[in-house]
């Protein structure tokens, strides 16, 4: 096994017979600090605070609830996203995406199950469906449930919602415990 920062001996023998020595080591140092960055866990992207509450503001968050919520959040960005995406293509309120968005631990998830139900199937702002889309452990697959049941059944999507967010619901008064 070789070691981690070593260059890849191909290199170096490729290198060593062109008699440059130089080469060899440019070579090695390119190779270590591309390493460096690539396993480097600082190089990994950092929140963006900025990001998350000047989004918030932008879309009528108030400054006092944008700089809570992104201070709390866990990955702020992903929350401003929620909130800002939520609010620009579906019209519900920024207000009520940023109650949801900050409940969920998949914010992201969330803004794409309700936007993907919403172009879809509905017209106007819908709150059931991003309630719904935050209540889900798995936004997705919650919103993909929806999409697909009301496109094979035809039944109404309030049906549909209804049915896919108790997906996992067992009648214990007509089916045996196991």
Not at 34 to 45: E, F, H, I, K, R
Request: charged letters at 20%; aromatic letters at 6%.
């Amino acid at each position: 096994m070789k070691p981690f920062l070593t260059p890849d001996i191909s290199v170096t023998r490729i290198l060593s017979k062109s008699g440059s020595r130089a080469a060899v080591a440019t070579a090695f140092g390119i190779t270590s600090i591309a390493l460096a960055l690539v396993a480097s866990p600082a190089a990994a992207a950092s929140p963006d605070y900025f990001e998350c509450a000047a989004g918030m503001t932008d879309y009528g968050i108030s400054e006092t609830s944008a700089i809570a919520a992104c201070a709390g959040a866990r990955y702020p960005e992903d929350l401003g996203a929620c909130v800002v995406d939520v609010n620009e293509f579906t019209g519900l309120t920024a207000e009520s995406a940023l109650a949801v968005c900050q409940r969920s631990r998949r914010p992201i998830e969330v803004a794409n199950c309700t936007i993907d139900i919403h172009d879809a199937f509905l017209d106007s702002p819908n709150s059931k469906v991003l309630e719904n889309c935050g209540r889900s452990l798995l936004p997705e697959r919650y919103g993909t449930c929806v999409v697909e049941i009301v496109d094979a059944t035809e039944v109404a999507v309030d049906t549909a919602l209804d049915q896919c967010i108790r997906a996992g619901y067992r009648p214990w008064r007509i089916e045996p415990r196991l």
